[in-house]
Nanobody, 125 residues
Framework: VQLQASGGGLVQAGGSLRLSCTASGFTLAYTTVGWFRQAPGNEREWISGLKRGNSNPFYTDSVKGRFTISRDTAKNTVYLQMNSLKPEDTAVYYC???????????????????WGQGTLVTVSS
């Protein structure tokens, strides 16, 4: 069972990146998937998620309208399209997979069983 996060990089403010979270050993569509990020000195924060069996996306306020989460079941992958990036979006981004569907739990680190290794996003001003 493994999650692989990729797609990070260096981008100028206002630019875009698309992160990918690909699963091996299990079907990602049968799980709740979350994207988190962690900036230096900060706690890991939840930013977006998709519940298992539900296509309605969830976002934290700071990324709403700029980020879009989506699922490609054929590729066993969840994406995070990030537009209008800001320097404060700079962080290591993680994807995670879990079995719960309670919204409050979905927004917490403890709501997930498997984690990708993280991919660094750096937004320059």
């Amino acid at each position: 069972v493994q999650l692989q996060a990729s797609g990070g990089g260096l981008v100028q403010a206002g630019g875009s990146l698309r992160l990918s979270c690909t699963a091996s050993g299990f079907t990602l569509a049968y799980t709740t998937v979350g994207w988190f990020r962690q900036a230096p000195g900060n706690e890991r924060e939840w930013i977006s998620g998709l519940k298992r069996g539900n296509s309605n996306p969830f976002y934290t306020d700071s990324v709403k309208g700029r980020f879009t989460i989506s699922r490609d079941t054929a590729k066993n992958t969840v994406y995070l399209q990030m537009n209008s990036l800001k320097p404060e979006d700079t962080a290591v981004y993680y994807c995670a997979s879990g079995s719960g569907t309670i919204t409050s739990t979905m927004r917490t680190v403890r709501g997930y069983d498997y984690w990708g290794q993280g991919t660094l996003v750096t937004v320059s001003s």
